[in-house]
């Protein structure tokens, strides 16, 4: 069977389901004395439906063996009670610590009655065609976008369309829209600063593109760390990806005498550097500190742990579910921007006399 044949066997099973519950639905209301409107705002829970009839019409359905059509009364409420979740394509998207939060958000959806469905696309091209679909067939009610850019098309569409949505991320239209983020300006100016205390006063910073909001922030807070320190930071821009790692980091130490620390946008990148470091014989720890951000799962497992970055708050998915059911309830999203504190995990990665103890940025 194809996939078309798949979806028209389904639209003609939904058909074919739809008629029988409004056949049953005239049947109550012919028996009750009522009008089909009645009985299905009854069955809704309409709070303008009188409870007298409503607990009438729920007893005689009851009697009766009506099974409500959950699809049919979220048609006729408007609403899908569906939150999409678009995954993007392309490199940069650490998925361990995006699924972990999605299924948090996921959970905390559930307990309002709402579901959560992941997307999965090849880029932003193809996220908005996706958006306009979704939208067109009311199959979601409102939008999570992932992995942001500062022009970002998908929010510039949404809002164009007033549907609702939150970011994962900012963009430079931020303050127009519901969205959560954490504070990766002030991370890397703080690790910067750390890290001239420790001694370092070559320091390399390799950048995400900065078309990302993220890759922005982070460099941003990056040099300002360097302009309190009085020190000058190098800066090369790498895809948010190991390979870009790698390569950076080999044109870096090719281009002069090798910086003292590196600090890496993404735990990916990090990676990808730690490979050119060894090729270059200088170890990670011993001769070039080595930082980066995300915390994925391998990063501490990795020879030496690699010192790394996150939310000081870990109920990231808790906190998207409860922006959703706020944009649901109607609220102003200029009001719904949340921008969470990050944590610095210092580890072996940063060498010996680097403090060990994690702290709140």
Same mark, same amino acid.
């Given at each position: 069977m194809t996939g078309q044949q798949g979806r028209r066997l389904g639209e003609t099973a939904g058909a074919h389901g739809a008629r029988i519950i409004m056949t049953q639905l005239k049947d109550l209301a012919r028996e009750l004395g009522l009008s089909v409107t009645t009985v299905s705002r009854a069955l809704d829970g309409y709070p303008e439906v009188a409870e007298a009839t409503r607990l009438r019409v729920t007893a005689a359905a009851h009697?009766?063996?009506?099974q409500p059509?959950?699809?049919?009364? &979220?048609?006729?409420?408007?609403?899908?009670?569906?939150?999409?979740?678009?995954?993007?394509?392309?490199?940069?998207?650490?998925?361990?610590a995006l699924m972990e939060t999605l299924g948090a958000c996921a959970a905390a959806l559930a307990a309002e009655g709402l579901?959560?469905?992941?997307?999965?696309?090849?880029?932003?091209?193809?996220?908005?065609?996706?958006?306009?679909?979704?939208?067109?067939?009311r199959e979601a009610d409102a939008?999570?976008?992932?992995?942001?850019? &500062?022009?970002?098309?998908?929010?510039?569409?949404?809002?164009?369309?007033?549907?609702p949505f939150v970011t994962h991320g900012r963009t430079d239209r931020a303050t127009e829209h519901a969205h959560l983020d954490g504070d990766?300006?002030?991370?890397? &100016?703080?690790?910067v600063r750390r890290l001239h205390r420790d001694g370092h006063a070559r320091i390399a910073h390799i950048a995400a593109p900065a078309a990302f909001a993220f890759g922005h922030l982070r460099q941003s807070g990056a040099q300002a760390g360097a302009e309190e320190a009085g020190i000058a930071l190098t800066v090369a821009a790498a895809a948010p990806e190991a390979a870009g790692g790698l390569a950076a980091a080999r044109a870096l130490l090719a281009a002069g005498p090798p910086p003292t620390a590196m600090l890496c946008a993404t735990d990916a990148i990090?990676?990808?550097?730690?490979?050119?470091?060894?090729e270059a014989g200088l170890a990670?720890?011993?001769?070039?500190?080595?930082?980066?951000?995300?915390?994925?799962p391998a990063a501490a497992f990795l020879d030496p742990p690699l010192a790394s970055m996150d939310f000081a708050d870990q109920d990231i998915g808790g906190h998207l579910a409860r922006l959703l059911v706020a944009r649901l309830g109607g609220a102003d999203p200029a009001t719904l921007g949340t921008v969470l504190p990050l944590r610095h995990i210092p580890r072996a990665s940063l060498g010996r006399g680097f403090a060990t103890q994690e702290e709140p940025q």
């Open positions: 009697q009766a063996g009506y059509n959950p699809a049919a009364q &979220r048609l006729r409420r408007g609403r899908s009670d569906t939150i999409a979740a678009l995954l993007p394509g392309g490199p940069g998207v650490e998925l361990t579901d959560l469905i992941l997307v999965a696309t090849r880029d932003e091209q193809e996220e908005t065609r996706r958006l306009a679909r979704l939208v067109a067939r939008f999570v976008i992932l992995r942001t850019r &500062r022009r970002d098309a998908r929010v510039d569409w949404l809002l164009a369309k007033g549907v990766g300006f002030a991370a890397f &100016r703080d690790a990090a990676i990808g550097a730690a490979r050119a470091l060894r990670p720890g011993r001769d070039v500190a080595l930082w980066g951000h995300d915390n994925i």
